[in-house]
């Protein structure tokens, strides 16, 4: 069996980014993929300007404390003051313009109006060059990069955007993902149970992570658990889509439909990874239909057991996603942590454990680690990273990878 490394190194090797793109209002692109570089259509800020409200003076003129000179203009934000005369100071708000012949801001903090005065100022410091100003294009210059290919887009992007002057962007077009679920002992919520059944929490735990990443999911529900009905399903599937997901049938029971089915509609380049949970991994691809003659769709099946299932799916799916969507993406931010919990049965395989942060900075575990108890994932805050044949006492160092650095 591939290790988890070689098993996400083996699907990456695979994952092209798709190549349509789109131009879209800036509003809507929220949570989008950028598909080229932006330029600047301006410099940001414009003009130099400053960052405090005070006064705009000239060094020359206040290197000694306590320094009186005129007021001999205002300028708000928004207006354009005129060359400052030595001896003079303007009056100046945040994010207005310096004038020319000034070379620093004073705070109005650190001057004080004589009494009596109306077009005075004391200035009670002696600035340095420079001091409280913004200048010409420290933030954007223009026609230079403002942001790169690959970014996902937060409000802070689009920010960026705005002050760069642009109205739409370029991003990458949805992943078109379809998910089916096999067993014949599952029910959605709302029915009535199967003797034996139970309900189906795989469907809304993979498609809420799809649905996070931005993609555009396909729910194609429970398929049977028989050979000529899986097969339908990838047919179906691999139409209109860039990936299917499954979860369930991927073990080798008598039941299990997933590999023989994805062998006759495509392929199968991976099968079992040594990892727990989450041993049965599917990866390959399936034809898309003959009218079509347009390649294939990948295929990645998970585990039936939900902890399994939602695992598999953070280590191995959402960076393979993440590939496909084109996006700049590093392996997600682990952290070494005290455990505060023994773990004294080592496994040939790597495990990941479910923890939570404690108030003591430490990390305790979830007392049952099934791969059936889902409770333990919504009850932890994430995962540590347990290497083969590895012993856990309390106080030792493990590499924690929080939920949030998989999720998002």
């Not at 004589?114 to 200035?123: I, K, L, N, R």
């Not at 034996?196 to 396909?218: F, Q």
């Not at 899986?230 to 499954?246: M, N, Q």
């Not at 590895?390 to 998989?406: C, E, M, R, T």
Request: proline content about 6%.
């Amino acid at each position: 069996m591939l290790t988890a490394q070689q098993a996400l190194d083996h699907l990456l090797s695979h994952a092209k980014p798709v190549a349509e793109n789109e131009s879209i209002p800036m509003q809507a692109s929220l949570g989008r993929i950028l598909a080229e570089n932006v330029n600047s259509l301006v410099d940001v800020p414009p003009l130099d300007n400053t960052s405090m409200d005070g006064y705009a003076v000239r060094t020359a003129d206040t290197q000694n404390p306590g320094s009186i000179l005129k007021i001999a203009q205002r300028i708000p934000a928004g207006s354009i003051g005129t060359e400052l005369q030595a001896g003079t100071v303007a009056r100046i708000f945040t994010g207005a313009p310096v004038p020319l012949g000034a070379d620093a801001v004073v705070m109005q903090e650190d001057c004080a109006i004589p009494e009596g005065s109306s077009d005075q100022v004391q200035v009670n410091i002696a600035p340095t060059a420079g001091q409280w100003i913004r200048r010409r294009g420290e933030d954007l210059t223009a026609g230079k990069t403002a942001l790169t290919a690959g970014t996902f887009l937060r409000p802070q992007e689009l920010g960026v955007a705005a002050s760069a002057g642009l109205t739409h962007l370029n991003v990458k077009r949805r992943v078109k993902v379809a998910a089916f679920f096999t067993g014949d002992e599952l029910s959605l919520p709302g029915e009535p149970l199967k003797p034996g059944g139970i309900y189906n929490s795989n469907r809304d735990t993979l498609l809420a992570c799809l649905k996070s990443l931005g993609c555009d999911a396909t729910d194609l529900g429970i398929v049977p658990d028989r050979l000529d009905a899986t097969k339908a399903a990838l047919r179906k599937a691999s139409k209109d889509h860039d990936l299917i997901i499954t979860s369930g049938g991927v073990s080798v029971g008598e039941e299990d439909h997933i590999k023989p089915a994805v062998t006759a509609e495509g392929r199968l380049d991976l099968w079992q990874i040594a990892i727990k949970p989450g041993k049965p991994l599917a990866f390959g691809a399936v034809r898309k239909s003959d009218e079509l003659k347009d390649g294939e769709a990948w295929f990645i099946g998970l585990p039936g057991n939900p902890v399994s299932s939602f695992v598999t799916f953070l280590l191995f799916v959402r960076p393979f996603i993440l590939k496909l969507q084109g996006r700049n993406s590093t392996p997600p931010q682990s952290y070494t942590m005290r455990a505060d919990f023994d773990w004294l049965k080592a496994d040939r395989r790597n495990e990941f454990l479910r923890v939570k942060l404690n108030s003591n900075g430490g990390l305790d575990l979830f007392p049952n680690q099934s791969s059936g108890v889902l409770t333990s994932a919504s009850w932890g805050d994430g995962l540590v990273d347990c290497a083969p044949n590895q012993l856990i006492k309390a106080g030792n160092l493990v590499k924690y990878i929080p939920f949030d650095a998989l999720l998002k």
